[in-house]
Structures are given as structure tokens and as C-alpha cells.
């Protein structure tokens, strides 16, 4: 049993290393977020500390492999759009050196444009800086040559006279880099270890501390914001789940006693019949027949968590709740009931043409006794099984009952982050929920070594 449990632990870690491995390059493709370029106020050296604090500046990896002509230093150039066309720029030529030196000019006469400005405040200096903005994300020749032209031309103004030397320092460098290009460094690969001080390292040291970190739509913390929604989640999905498990076992196991009855029959008819029909579509049916007086009857209140307000008595605002919450129960409690009714009957009904329930029928044992000791014992890990799948649910939420019900829950949260651009959120609730679901898959896995000891872990499996 001892083995069975180490080993099965020692798989769940680089199952969850995977995991959020994918995570991470999922949250790194949507962009780093920056405050400060969001508002003008802030200077590049503002935005530097800031890239530094939230560790842009470091690596992606522990490692990564790329070419010869890809440097180990490009993590340190925080604006993405800017390391983006450098990147596309050493996929050109391959001289890093080269390229650099164009980089580093470019931002000596965007310093050099500001200084101007600050000076004269004329319309020139602010077509040139525009122009230098489109430059740092340019990596087509033929723009870039363009674009070099037109800061020429406009140098001739005697505002910006003092730019000319800048901007010549700037065209030849462009020069050097496509005439010393080394496209041959870029069939030689190259790896390179970075250590600890690496961006996933941070990103999932941060997780498993509970700092999530900081929300990028109104700057409050990710963790602050999960905790005071999951209480709603928690109280749509425990009642559901317990509800549906208190139903579906005597469910199961009587409709496979009695099979082919009458009672078989109708509660199959209706449990397919709950199965089939989509969440969505019966949740906003509720809603229209039985919140709404214009389109049915109002017996329950509006959608929402409560109707109530101002000071009212801790019973009343609990009542109140709870009214609010009975629909969203049902539509989550229907959907599982149904199919873990089907599970336990289908296993069931496998037990009882098993040779040990002949035998201990024979014997003259007590129906009850080998219905609920021996058949559902040996009948119950298809809900072990759903038991693992069904956790992540209760933390991370029900999104599509929670947004139709207006309750502000994990899924409304998660929602509205997608819809607001809210990756630190999104992302965080994803890892969540993939942390939960390896971790009801190893739940079930250990609870089935504890309802049947016989449950060997081996290479076969």
C-alpha cells in the first residue's frame, strides 16, 4: 500500500510541472503588462524598475536552446515589441554585435529627440519621435531604410539640427548591420542554463506561496479577489455535489436491483432526459419561468446572490441567500445526478453477475447485507472516478450557471476576466483549477486503494 502511494505521488509532480509549464507559456503569450506604458508620465527607467520587480528582465526558463547568433542577454530588453524585432532583425542577419549597436543608437536619439523637444516643443521633434516609436518595432528593410530617410529629411530644420549627427550615427550602424551579416551563426545551435533567476522559477514559486499577484484591471490582488469570490462557488457546487451523491446511490443501486421494472424504466427515461438537456438552456429557462412574472410564475427571487437592503438580521440575509442559490444548485446537481446515477447502475449491475454474489446468495446472507457490503462496495469506483473530476468544479466554478444566475462566484470571475484582458486573473484561476484536477486524480487513485486493498500499482496499468 505504501509503494502504491509513493508512487503515485511522485507521478502527480511531474504531471503538475507539466502543467504549469504549458500554463506559464500560455500566460506569457498574452503579453507582459506594464503600467507605466500605459501612461506617458512614466519614464523608460520607470518602466525598467518596474519590468525589474515583476522579473521581465530575467530569463522565460531554467534553459533555452537557439542559435549561435541568438545572445543570452536579449531577456534584459523588457519592452516586448522592441525584443520581438531584434529577434526577427538576428533571424535576418545573424550578427548580434552589429544589431546591438543599431538598438543602442536607436535609443540614444530617441533620448536625444526628447531632450530636443523639451526644448523647442515644436511639431518636428514629435514626428521624429513618432517615427523612432515605429522604428523600435520594425524589423522590414525596406521600412526601416524608409523610415531612416524621413528622420534625415527632417533633420534639416533648424530646430533639430543638433539630431543630424544622431541620425547619421543611427543610418550607418543600419549599414554595418546588413553588410557584416553572418547568416551562418544561425544553423549552429547553441544552449544556454540559466538558473533559478528565471521568470517560470518566480512565476511558480510566487503560486505555490499564494501571491498570484496583481490584477491588471484595477491593481488589486489576485489572491484578494479569488478569496472573495469563492464562497459563492463553494456554496452553488458543495450542496450540488452532496446532493447529487445523496440521490444517485440509492438511485443506482435500486434501479439495478430491480431491472427492467417499472421503476427501472421510468427513472431511467427520466434521468436521460436530464442528461440531455444542455446546462445553458435549462438554467435561462428557470430563470424566465420561475424569476420572472411577465414570462411565468415569480417564485423565486431575481437573479443575483440577494435582493435585500441595508441592516437586516443575520437570518434574513441568510434566507435570502439561500432562496437565491436553489436554482443555481439544481442546474449544477441535474446534469451530474443523471450520469453518475447511469455509472453506479451500469457497475452495479456488472457485480451482480459476478460468481461471489452467486455464492453469497447461496449461502443464505441477508439481501440488504450483499446489495449495500459486497455489491456496492465493489460497485462504487466509477464514483471515486467522477468524485476526481467533479472537485476542480467546486473551486473553479460553474462559469456559464454562474454568469446566467449573475452570481459572482470563480466562473463569473473568471469570465469577466477573459472579456477584460485580465490574464494574472485568468491565468491564476487556470492553474488552479489544473491544480485541483491532478490532485482529484490522485484522491481517486489513493481512495481506491482504500475501498479495495487488492488495488495494486503496476507497470501494466
Request: with cysteine; charged share 15%; proline share 4%.
Amino acid at each position: 500500500m505504501f509503494n502504491y502511494i509513493l508512487k503515485r505521488i511522485l507521478y502527480f509532480i511531474p504531471t503538475l510541472f507539466f502543467i504549469s509549464v504549458i500554463i506559464f507559456l500560455l500566460s506569457k503569450s498574452a503579453g507582459e503588462h506594464l503600467t507605466c506604458e500605459e501612461d506617458e508620465r512614466f519614464s523608460q527607467e520607470d518602466c525598467r524598475k518596474e519590468a525589474h520587480e515583476k522579473g521581465y528582465d530575467q530569463p522565460a526558463f531554467y534553459f533555452s536552446i537557439s542559435t549561435a547568433a541568438h545572445p543570452d542577454t536579449l531577456h534584459r530588453i523588457f519592452q516586448e515589441e522592441h525584443r520581438i524585432a531584434l529577434q526577427k532583425l538576428i533571424g535576418q542577419f545573424g550578427n548580434w554585435e552589429q544589431i546591438t549597436t543599431y538598438y543602442q543608437a536607436l535609443n540614444s536619439l530617441d533620448k536625444a529627440i526628447t531632450i530636443n523637444h523639451s526644448k523647442y516643443r515644436n511639431n518636428t521633434s514629435i514626428t521624429m519621435s513618432k517615427t523612432i516609436k515605429v522604428l523600435y518595432g520594425q524589423y522590414k528593410i525596406p521600412v526601416i531604410e524608409s523610415h531612416l530617410q524621413s528622420l534625415e529629411a527632417t533633420s534639416k530644420d533648424s530646430s533639430t539640427l543638433a539630431l543630424r549627427p544622431s541620425i547619421l550615427t543611427l543610418k550607418n550602424a543600419f549599414n554595418e548591420v546588413q553588410q557584416k551579416a553572418t547568416p551562418g551563426k544561425l544553423l549552429c545551435p547553441s544552449f544556454q542554463f540559466h538558473g533559478l533567476s528565471n521568470q517560470y522559477h518566480r512565476w511558480v514559486t510566487n503560486f505555490m506561496s499564494g501571491n498570484f499577484g496583481v490584477s491588471n484591471r484595477d491593481a488589486r490582488p489576485v489572491a484578494q479577489k479569488i478569496w472573495d469570490r469563492l464562497p459563492w462557488t463553494l456554496a452553488i457546487n458543495i450542496p450540488a455535489i452532496f446532493l447529487a451523491y445523496l440521490i444517485a446511490i440509492p438511485l443506482g443501486v435500486y434501479t439495478a436491483l430491480y431491472k427492467d421494472s417499472a421503476f427501472d424504466r421510468r427513472i431511467s427515461f427520466v434521468l436521460l432526459l436530464l442528461f440531455s438537456l444542455p446546462g445553458f438552456w435549462v438554467a435561462t429557462l428557470l430563470v424566465n419561468l420561475f424569476t420572472t412574472a411577465q414570462y411565468g410564475m415569480k417564485i423565486f427571487p431575481s437573479i443575483g446572490i440577494s435582493s435585500l437592503s441595508g441592516d437586516v438580521s443575520f437570518w434574513h440575509k441568510l434566507s435570502d441567500n439561500i432562496a437565491h442559490l436553489l436554482l443555481p444548485i439544481f442546474c449544477v446537481t441535474y446534469g451530474s445526478l443523471a450520469f453518475m446515477t447511469r455509472q453506479l447502475r451500469n457497475s452495479m449491475l456488472d457485480i451482480f453477475q459476478q460468481d461471489f454474489i452467486r455464492t453469497a446468495r447461496a449461502k443464505g446472507l441477508n439481501e440488504q447485507a450483499i446489495v449495500w457490503r459486497h455489491a456496492f462496495r465493489n460497485s462504487i469506483f466509477p464514483l471515486i472516478t467522477i468524485f476526481g473530476s467533479i472537485l476542480p468544479r467546486a473551486f473553479a466554478g460553474s462559469v456559464i450557471i454562474e454568469v446566467i444566475f449573475n452570481i459572482q462566484g470563480m466562473g463569473y470571475l473568471m469570465w469577466d476576466s477573459i472579456f477584460a484582458r485580465d490574464w494574472q486573473v485568468v491565468y491564476t484561476v487556470l492553474m488552479i483549477a489544473a491544480l485541483l484536477t491532478v490532485t482529484g486524480i490522485l484522491l481517486a487513485d489513493l481512495l481506491y486503494a482504500f475501498v479495495d486493498p487488492r488495488v495494486q500499482f503496476s507497470r501494466n496499468k
